[in-house]
């Protein structure tokens, strides 16, 4: 069966740096795109950026270009997430989210449990 | 800044039929956006329903349909059941971006 295992909760002051990892297991991990979406507490979903893992292309949301960078390594097939220049409005849970390659393809048929970050002094 | 807009909230009966819709700044929704949908309930990550635009996934209620309706996105439930109590969020392309909208709370009531 398909599953994303993520890390673990995470507490950081602002200004550091976070590193969220997602492990796939049950599907062939480089035919699949792995997306990172957030969720602030009581807020809603908002998309950071793909990665494809077989060859490690990458796209960014606007509002996170040049503080995220999503990387893999495809031995452990695993996927990373890392936000640096925390804020404290970075608080939230990341979620990896699967999504199969091309534009028409299924967005999200699997997702991690979320990571939660809190970003606080 | 692209803005994608959902109903903040809607209310159903049970039994009923409700269409939630997803709009664009930019302007009309076409199948070049490729919309998705997810539904949220407390405490869990979000579930996918609906990808590019009408296609189920298999684990999709019948009940769940999608489709584009005046210029947006639109997921429909019909006979909406108790357990549809939740948040949904439509998802939208960007020429290499996503966007979500900002989530429609729906109550059945």
């Known amino acids: 069966q398909v599953q994303l295992v993520q890390s673990g909760a995470e507490v950081k002051k602002p200004g550091a740096s976070v590193k969220v990892s997602c492990k796939a297991s049950g599907y062939t991990f480089t035919s699949y795109d792995i997306n990172w979406v957030r969720q602030a507490t009581g807020q809603g979903l908002e998309w950071m950026g793909w990665m494809n893992p077989n060859t490690g292309n990458t796209g960014y949301a606007q509002r996170f270009q040049g503080r995220v960078t999503m990387t893999r390594d495809t031995s452990i097939s695993t996927a990373y997430m890392e936000l640096s220049s925390l804020r404290s409005e970075d608080g939230a849970v990341y979620y990896c989210?699967?999504?199969?390659?091309?534009?028409?393809?299924?967005?999200?048929?699997?997702w991690g449990q979320g990571s939660l970050v809190t970003v606080s002094s | 800044q692209t803005v994608v807009t959902q109903e903040p909230s809607l209310t159903v009966s049970p039994g009923g039929t409700v269409t939630l819709t997803c709009a664009s700044s930019t302007g009309a929704v076409t199948s070049g956006y490729y919309p998705n949908w997810f539904q949220q309930k407390p405490g869990q990550p979000p579930r996918a329903l609906i990808y590019?635009?009408?296609n189920k996934h298999s684990w999709t209620p019948a009940r769940f349909s999608g489709s584009l309706l005046g210029g947006k996105a639109a997921l429909t439930l019909s006979g909406v059941q108790p357990e549809d109590e939740a948040d949904y969020y439509c998802?939208?392309?960007?020429?290499?971006?996503?966007?979500f909208g900002g989530g429609t709370k729906l109550t059945v009531l």
């Open positions: 989210v699967r999504k199969e390659m091309g534009l028409s393809g299924r967005v999200g048929d699997y």
């Open positions: 998802l939208l392309y960007y020429g290499g971006a996503w966007v």
């Open positions: 590019n635009i009408n």
